[in-house]
């Protein structure tokens, strides 16, 4: 599939980003952190392929893991994104991209310390924190932490 170009930005629209996106796939993670960073399930697009963040004047990082850092605005305080410490892959906040049409919500990792009062209709791809854990152990993926 070819990949296609897409635009997120912070709520004030001081922090943007541009990432080439193959897949319009939505992944939602369960996890504490990200449940409390988020204030709900964090709902993500992968990019791993040229991101570009402009307004880093503006840029928020915290270093939630030893693997991963969370980048947030400091004017408005909008969650944006997810990425690896290396900077090679990035989970960009589906809320932030500007047009999602395209969009599928195809899986859920940390399905386990989901609580029991939501729940999302889609038929998803569904894996525990240890199988994603695992999963990431075995080089197949990034975790989120």
Not at 42 to 69: C, K, M, P, Q, R
Not at 133 to 143: I, T
Request: hydrophobic share 40%.
């Amino acid at each position: 599939m070819a990949m296609k170009r897409l635009q997120a930005k912070c709520l004030c629209g001081g922090v943007r980003i541009d990432a080439d996106i193959a897949e319009q796939e939505v992944g939602v993670c369960h996890c504490d952190i990200c449940r409390r960073w988020a204030g709900g399930p964090f709902t993500a697009v992968e990019a791993s392929e040229n991101v570009v963040v402009a307004g880093t004047d503006l840029l928020g990082i915290y270093g939630s893991s030893e693997w991963g850092e969370r980048g947030f605005c400091n004017a408005c305080g909008s969650t944006l994104f997810w990425r690896s410490k290396d900077a090679a892959h990035y989970a960009i906040s589906a809320m932030a991209f500007d047009d999602l049409t395209e969009a599928v919500l195809t899986k859920e990792i940390f399905i386990d310390s989901k609580p029991d009062w939501y729940s999302f209709a889609e038929q998803t791809t569904k894996m525990t924190g240890a199988e994603f854990l695992a999963q990431f152990a075995s080089g197949e993926d990034k975790p989120n932490g």
